[in-house]
């Protein structure tokens, strides 16, 4: 298992609801777990991994690990927050975004328990984030042209200079 980066058709996918809540995706999701850590992320979409599934999983600093299953944000905030945003499929660069400051999303976690969650701050982003993979987004798809390009310019330039 490896995180696919940026130009992998996986990625603009969208994809399917998860049918079953069993042992294998919780085999699924352990890797995914020791993926983020290694890659020093704090969240990763199923499809990063090349499953076109809906789920993702967060882990922000010694917080507890999160996991939601076919997901939905219910509500948005109407405020918005501007941060700087970056994404394990696109190393080594970052964007400033704004989107809304709260979220309440609902999901199931990995036992098959239903839950709702209110979001603010850096978590309501990560989970918008995230979110956003599952239907193929990026995040580089809500910044400005010029802004995308530079990003995009410097992202090329990162990639040719690990070679
Ligand atoms: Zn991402």
């Not at 352990?30 to 076109?52: R, T, Y």
């Not at 507890?64 to 927050?81: G, H, K, M």
């Not at 010029?146 to 330039?157: D, G, I, Q, S, T």
């Amino acid at each position: 298992m490896r995180v696919l980066t940026l130009g992998n058709e996986i990625l603009r996918q969208k994809s399917a609801p998860v049918k079953n809540i069993d042992g294998e995706i919780r085999a699924v999701i352990a890797k995914m777990f020791e993926i983020l850590d290694k890659n020093k992320g704090v969240g990763l979409a199923a499809v990063q991994v090349g499953i076109p599934e809906r789920f993702f999983i967060i882990r922000m600093g010694n917080d507890a690990p999160r996991v939601f299953i076919n997901p939905s944000i219910i509500e948005t905030s109407e405020e918005l927050a501007d941060y700087e945003e970056g994404c394990l499929s696109l190393p080594g660069v970052w964007g400033n975004l704004k989107r809304p400051k709260t979220v309440r999303v609902q999901a199931w976690n990995e036992n098959g328990r239903p839950f709702t969650m209110d979001a603010d701050r850096i978590l309501a982003r990560v989970i918008q984030h995230e979110c956003d993979h599952l239907d193929g987004g990026l995040f580089i798809d809500k910044l400005s042209a010029l802004k995308r390009e530079r990003l995009l310019n410097k992202y090329e330039k990162l990639k040719k200079s690990k070679k």
